[in-house]
């Protein structure tokens, strides 16, 4: 029963966020090892089709001692214009402001998440002059039981080249998905 409501998820889920929910079944509660197995998969079978302009992804997933993250977007959405892309400097600027990750994607106050760690990796995608941005980051949360969601208004607003953010999530406990966008600033962790 559960293995055919995720294939159906899955199906209806484009993109990486299929590869991601098809391999939570064998989800245990370690969070960095789930997160890193998702991420490997998706990674293997969307580098292709994932560059898109004006959005990007986001992969959440938490058990009772800390909560990873995954933010993969295309460098373009921090950018904003293909030109800027070959000014070094304004890019390493954009992906500084990037890893400001508390004020730009913020969880419900009542969890009490703190950042703890964040890195980023860029990657060439489809073509040369457009390249891709991976970052990772964890967090602790003083109480995962309140962790209820993540709002992106400031995501936006810092970075008005993205427009999209497909989002995925997984806990011990549930797994599930959603948009956030210019329009929908908030999801629901359920
Ligand atoms: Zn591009």
């Not at 860029?122 to 309140?146: G, I, M």
Request: net charge negative; aromatic share 8%; hydrophobic share 40%.
């Amino acid at each position: 029963m559960v293995v055919k409501t995720i294939e159906m998820r899955s199906v209806l889920i484009s993109g990486a966020c299929a590869a991601f929910l098809s391999v939570s079944p064998v989800y245990s509660g370690e969070t960095d090892q789930a997160l890193r197995f998702a991420i490997a998969e998706t990674a293997e079978t969307h580098t292709q089709e994932a560059h898109e302009h004006g959005k990007a992804e986001l992969l959440i997933a938490w058990n009772t001692k800390e909560l990873s993250l995954e933010f993969r977007s295309p460098i373009f959405n921090l950018t904003g214009s293909m030109s800027k892309m070959h000014d070094h400097e304004f890019v390493e600027e954009r992906i500084k402001q990037l890893t400001n990750l508390e004020s730009l994607l913020v969880f419900n106050q009542e969890a009490g998440c703190n950042l703890q760690e964040v890195s980023t990796q860029e990657r060439e995608a489809h073509e040369e002059e457009h390249r891709d941005l991976t970052l990772n980051a964890k967090y602790s949360c003083e109480d995962f039981a309140s962790l209820k969601s993540i709002n992106a208004a400031k995501m936006f607003s810092v970075f008005p080249a993205l427009e999209k953010i497909e989002a995925s999530w997984i806990s011990p406990v549930m797994q599930s998905s959603g948009v956030l966008s210019t329009s929908k600033f908030e999801v629901n962790l359920n």
